[in-house]
C-alpha cells in the first residue's frame, strides 16, 4: 500500500515543499477500499504511466517536461478530471497516433482507470494522480493539441461557484499550455455549468465554436458517454457539450 498512502502528495504538494504555491483543494481523494486488484495496478503500473516529474517534491524547479522524450513525435491530448478512465481509455484507442494525458486526484478513479488500460492493452497515454494546476505548472508552452473536461464536479452552491473548474485560476494555465488553434471540449449535464463555462472560457483567449442550437446537445463523432453522463440521463438531466477553439 505504499504508492497508495503516498497518491495525495500531489494534492497536498502546497504543504509539503517551501517553495510550492497554497493551493486549495475541494474534493474527495478517497472513496471506497480498494480492491486488491486495484491496490495491485497501483503499485505495479503507475510510475511506469507517470508523464515525468510533476510533484513539487521531485521537481521543485519546476522544469519543463520533455513530452518528445516520453512519447515521441506525436500530438498530445489532455483529460483534466478523467473519473473511471473509459474516456481516456476510448481516446486512446480510438486515435493511437496521439498521447493522452490524464489528470485525476480521486484515487478510486484512477485505480480503475489502470484496470481499464490493461484490459484494453493501450500504451499512448500517462497518467498523473493528482491536481491539474500541478501538471499544468511543468507542460511547456503551447504543447497541448486538445483539451477535454468531461462532467466536472458541478459544485452546485452559488458560494462554491469559485471552486469549479471554469474559472480563471484554472483556465488561464489551460490556454497556456494549449496550442494556437488547439480544442477545448467541455461536457455537462448542469445548464448553470454551461451559463459559467461560456462566461468565464472566452476571457481566457478562447473561441466557441459548434455554435449552433443543435450542437448544444449533440456530441462529438469520437464520443464515448462516461458514466456520469448516463447518470445523468437516467436522473432527467440532458448531457451539453460545449467546443472551443484556443486562439
Not at 169 to 193: K, N
Not at 218 to 238: F, I, M, N, Q, S
Amino acid at each position: 500500500m505504499a504508492r497508495v498512502l503516498g497518491y495525495g502528495a500531489g494534492m497536498t504538494s502546497s504543504n509539503k515543499h517551501p517553495g510550492a504555491p497554497w493551493r486549495n483543494f475541494y474534493g474527495r481523494l478517497k472513496g471506497k477500499t480498494l480492491r486488491p486488484a486495484q491496490e495491485t495496478y497501483l503499485d505495479e503500473d503507475l510510475v511506469a504511466l507517470s508523464p515525468g516529474p510533476v510533484d513539487w517534491e521531485v521537481n521543485p524547479d519546476r522544469v519543463p517536461l520533455d513530452l518528445r522524450a516520453r512519447f515521441g513525435e506525436v500530438p498530445v491530448w489532455l483529460e483534466v478530471g478523467f473519473g473511471g478512465g473509459e474516456h481516456l481509455v476510448h481516446q486512446a484507442a480510438t486515435h493511437p497516433q496521439v498521447a493522452i494525458i490524464g489528470c485525476e486526484p480521486f484515487i478510486n478513479g484512477v485505480a480503475m482507470l489502470l484496470g481499464k488500460i490493461r484490459a484494453a492493452g493501450v500504451s499512448n497515454l500517462a497518467v498523473y494522480p493528482g491536481d491539474a494546476r500541478n501538471i499544468f505548472d511543468v507542460l511547456p508552452d503551447g504543447s497541448v493539441q486538445k483539451a477535454f473536461l468531461l462532467y466536472p464536479d458541478p459544485w452546485p452552491k452559488t458560494r462554491h461557484h469559485r471552486r469549479r473548474f471554469v474559472t480563471q485560476e484554472h483556465l488561464v494555465p489551460l490556454a497556456r499550455v494549449l496550442a494556437p488553434g488547439a480544442e477545448f471540449r467541455v461536457a455537462t449535464d448542469i445548464p448553470d455549468y454551461v451559463r459559467q463555462t461560456l462566461a468565464e472560457v472566452p476571457k481566457a483567449g478562447f473561441t466557441r465554436v459548434r455554435c449552433a442550437a443543435e450542437d448544444l446537445h449533440r456530441a462529438w463523432e469520437d464520443w464515448l458517454p462516461t458514466r456520469y453522463e448516463k447518470k445523468a440521463l437516467r436522473e432527467g438531466r440532458v448531457p451539453h457539450y460545449l467546443t472551443f477553439r484556443r486562439g
